[in-house]
């Protein structure tokens, strides 16, 4: 099995194979609009314009699992992330990241790399360690999805090379994608 194995859905619930991203350097991202970390989608925007020539492909996937930070439908999502951040990656259908009802696609990553822990040199990671241990503690437990802006990277074969928290920002992961083009 492999990333090019699995379907999701657009933004429209149309399926769309990732095997179309076959020989790109992929940044798969879960996302949110209502959170502490959405600036994020700024820093994944330049990503994307730096690399997106050299074949980065960042895809976004909204999910409101997390305290209901994207409460928006696939619209308003869209609309939030081109609006406010000029975004012009891909932003996929709305749909959970963790546990029984996780789309497929994300237990797979979680499944390929494990949760290492958060950086706790960012100013947010000893807070968000701490909402999480007090108010969702069951998070914490084995190698699912944390919080939002928890990314992925992965080569231009398909496998999964990195797991990077929320705590890790997206212009930290640049020399980590440009090893892979």
Request: include cysteine; glycine fraction near 8%; charged fraction near 25%.
């Amino acid at each position: 099995m492999s990333i090019y194995d699995f379907t999701v859905k657009t933004k429209k619930g149309e399926d769309k194979s990732l095997a179309d991203y076959k020989g790109k350097v992929l940044l798969i991202v879960n996302t949110a609009s209502k959170c502490g970390f959405t600036p994020q989608f700024a820093e994944l925007q330049k990503l994307y314009d730096d690399y997106k020539d050299k074949g980065l492909e960042i895809l976004g996937f909204p999910c409101n699992q997390f305290a209901g930070q994207e409460p928006g439908t696939n619209d308003e999502v869209q609309q939030f992330c081109k609006l406010n951040y000029g975004v012009t990656f891909p932003i996929f259908a709305k749909g959970d990241v963790r546990g029984e009802t996780a789309q497929p696609l994300f237990k797979y990553l979680t499944a390929q790399k494990k949760f290492e822990g958060f950086d706790m040199n960012h100013p947010v990671g000893p807070k968000l360690l701490d909402a999480l241990q007090k108010n969702f503690p069951e998070y914490l437990e084995g190698d699912g999805i944390k919080w939002n802006f928890t990314k992925f990277l992965i080569d231009r074969e398909g496998n999964v090379v990195a797991r990077f928290e929320p705590t890790t920002t997206p212009a930290s992961i640049a020399k980590d994608i440009e090893k892979l083009l």
